[in-house]
């Protein structure tokens, strides 16, 4: 019995400890496979052992049967809401007010942290554990929103310190994270259901569901950025601090907050943060500004239900209004009909915006965009900007009336080259059937050939391959390192300067590496990893070349799909022609085939001791090579697991105190 309560508070450490490493420091610890099978191994023993079941165990995150309603909690202390700046004379109003409102001399002192586009959420902590969470509501009274909030791997069961307080809640933000909402609306589409608008609405939709079963699917995420009522607990001076404390309990904070003086320091930190925008894992719509010493917060106070020691300084919205000036289709690299919606220019997410994709004949058809709508356009970080959805009471009367005039058709042939266009059963996308000659194909496949994550070619833009394609100078991208100043001398705006400009870039992108090559070669489904990949473990086209689907497959992540679009492009006689073209132009030099640094465990560093009663040592080192990890000599804080067998002795200590995840031979090999 008491081995069984040691080894169930071992695996809640273990499982907590992989959820954190994961969810919080983004940093995994552990495969899938381990921790699903500690955590079948944890909940067969509080099956076991009734009396065992605590909880905070992990096993209770997953959600048991719907509930009938949300039941109302009241706040202890209110969840107030923030004023907003929208310009830098109001970010200075505002810092005008704290100076006389503290009547101090110099300058303020700000915790400044992103304003994070997602839900309110307070959660308790009694003794350390969790015990409830709840919506913001009307800032009094929410909903108390516990069963989901524990599906939520990034918030802790338990605060991680020996001495908690005796209650303290945290404030924080519920939100989906971009990859994870962008992966939702994918399954979504792929089942003909209605995608998510944004990940504010599928953070919301998901929050709110009765049943925490489906929120547990929906991945959502946390950040804390404050706290509310707390009790035997010194909280520190600052807010800064007070973030830091937050951090060290486990709780999830940002990893963007900073401590700044001034106006100054206020509007560098908005510029710097605005140019990160696109590129964090998550939505943001603002930063926020907080007067850092807590005890000048208490002096400064609120007015009516917003304090007056913090801010919210927004960005331009992500999403506006516009019109559908007209819908055109244009014809991809791989001959893919992409209906794009032309608009009326609109200033949205920091942009002018005046095309937005409407992806594929379905997407266009599901949101049914004709000309003349209003629309609601949404551009999000780097992507593409996109048609959220129609404002169907501002349709025209004609459309309205007599739907059939405007409905959006995908053309029956190609818009450029009046090739039939046909859809392959199973594919979203229609295409155009004339792969050799279509001049839009050619453009598209020279464009990406000197794209700079490819060949790297500067200064051939798409004006200038329109012109080289419709001259017939250029219809392969081989026909670019045979280009000479005769011919491009009579281009539209070719100067001599930049004539020369142009062939200097040419002949510079020759010998560039195999896996910019093969990138640039733009075969279906080879990315830039993939064609790392490919690059890697054959180290010369010719053998890439000779490769069959079987083969193909030994590589690192290429399933039969991607196998068969790789040999079926080398098979194609044209690409034959064009690939000896550029071998003649030297456009690539092969390299030699190296040791994966992708697989499974690509990165991970793995330690054997002890002694491994049905492997050995050296077959578990090839597996862990094979898979692309490292077996090293000594257990670090580097160390990602540690693998041990019978009579391990010191390394296995250390592994225990430096907390890194320990298996035995059944959990390695479940792992392999
Ligand atoms: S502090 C006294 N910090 O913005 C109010 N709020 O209008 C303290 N929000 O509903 C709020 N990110 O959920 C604070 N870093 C952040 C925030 C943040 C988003 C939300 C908050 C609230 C709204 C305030």
Redesign the pocket.
């Known amino acids: 019995m008491d081995g069984a309560a040691e080894r169930a508070r071992d695996l809640r450490r273990l499982i907590e400890d992989a959820n954190y490493r994961y969810y919080v420091l983004d940093d995994p610890a552990i495969p899938d496979a381990e921790y699903d099978r500690l955590l079948r191994e944890l909940q067969d023993l509080e099956t076991a052992h009734p009396e065992l079941l605590t909880p905070d165990s992990p096993t209770q995150r997953v959600g048991a049967g719907p509930l009938k309603d949300f039941p109302q909690v009241a706040h202890e202390v209110p ?4 004023n ?1 700046a929208f310009s830098e004379g109001e970010v200075a109003a505002f810092d005008r007010r704290v100076r006389e409102g503290l009547e101090r001399e110099g300058e303020a002192e700000y915790a400044v ?9 307070t959660l308790r902590y009694e003794q350390g554990v969790f015990v409830r969470g709840a919506t ?1 509501g009307d800032g009094y009274t929410g909903e108390d929103v516990s069963a989901n909030l524990r599906t939520i791997r990034a918030i802790p069961m338990r605060l991680e310190t020996p001495t908690p307080p005796a209650l303290l809640e945290v ?3 519920v939100l989906m994270l971009r990859r994870d909402f962008d992966k939702l609306n994918q399954d979504a589409r792929d089942k003909g259901e209605k995608p998510f608008v944004n990940p504010r609405n599928a953070a919301a939709g998901s929050l709110r569901q009765l049943d925490p079963r489906i929120t547990a699917k929906r991945r959502l995420h946390f ?1 804390a ?2 706290v509310g009522a707390v009790r035997d607990a010194e909280l520190p001076a600052t807010q800064g601090a007070v973030i830091d404390w937050l951090a060290a309990l486990r709780l999830p904070v ?1 990893a963007q907050r900073r401590v700044v003086s001034g106006v100054a320091g206020l509007l560098a930190y908005y510029n710097e943060l605005g140019e990160q925008r696109g590129s964090l894992s998550f939505d ?1 719509d603002g930063a ?1 500004y ?1 007067v850092n010493r807590l005890a000048d917060q208490e002096r400064l106070g ?1 007015v009516s239900r ?2 007056r020691f ?1 801010i ?1 300084h927004k960005y331009p919205a992500q999403e506006e209004l516009t019109v559908v000036e007209a819908i055109d289709v244009q014809v991809g690299r791989t001959g893919a009909l992409t209906p794009v919606a032309r608009l009326k220019p609109v200033f949205v997410g920091g942009v002018t915006v005046t095309n937005a994709t409407l992806h594929n004949e379905d997407e266009a058809r599901r949101k049914d965009v004709r000309v003349g709508d209003t629309v609601i356009v949404r551009r999000a970080g780097d992507v593409i900007p996109e048609v959220v959805k129609v404002v169907l009471k501002s349709r025209p009367w004609p459309s309205l009336v007599k739907p059939w005039q405007s409905r959006f058709e995908l053309p029956k042939v190609c818009p450029v080259c009046e090739s039939p266009v046909v859809r392959l059963q199973g594919e979203t996308a229609s295409r155009c059937i004339n792969t050799m000659e279509c001049p839009a194909q050619r453009k598209q496949a020279i464009l990406h050939f000197v794209s700079r994550r490819a060949m790297d070619i500067e200064g051939l833009g798409d004006k200038l391959v329109e012109q080289l394609v419709d001259r017939g100078l250029v219809q392969t991208p081989a026909d670019l390192y045979s280009l000479d100043m005769e011919r491009i001398a009579g281009l539209d705006r070719m100067a001599e300067k930049s004539a020369e400009n142009l062939l200097a870039a040419i002949a510079a992108s020759r010998n560039r590496p195999l896996a910019r090559f093969i990138f640039a070669l733009g075969i279906r489904q080879v990315g830039e990893q993939t064609a790392k990949d490919l690059a890697r473990h054959f180290g010369q086209l010719d053998a890439l070349r000779a490769a069959d689907a079987e083969t193909l497959m030994r590589v690192p992540d290429v399933g039969p799909v991607v196998a068969a679009a790789i040999a079926a492009f080398f098979q194609e006689s044209h690409n034959q022609v064009v690939i000896e073209a550029l071998r003649d132009a030297r456009a690539w030099v092969d390299g030699e085939a190296q040791a994966p640094s992708s697989g499974r465990y690509a990165g991970k560093t793995f330690v054997l001791t002890g002694t491994l009663p049905n492997l050995g040592r050296d077959a578990a080192k090839a597996m862990i090579e094979a898979a692309g990890g490292k077996a090293a000599g000594s257990v670090s804080k580097k160390t990602d697991y540690v693998v041990a067998g019978d009579e391990a002795g010191s390394k296995l200590t250390k592994a225990q105190e430096l907390g890194v995840p320990i298996l035995d031979e059944a959990a390695f090999l479940n792992m392999f």
């Open positions: 969840m107030l809401s923030l907003n942290e992103p304003k994070y586009d997602g839900l309110a959420i913001r404030r924080g933000e950040f950025y404050g940002a943001i926020v907080k609120f917003a304090p913090a919210a």
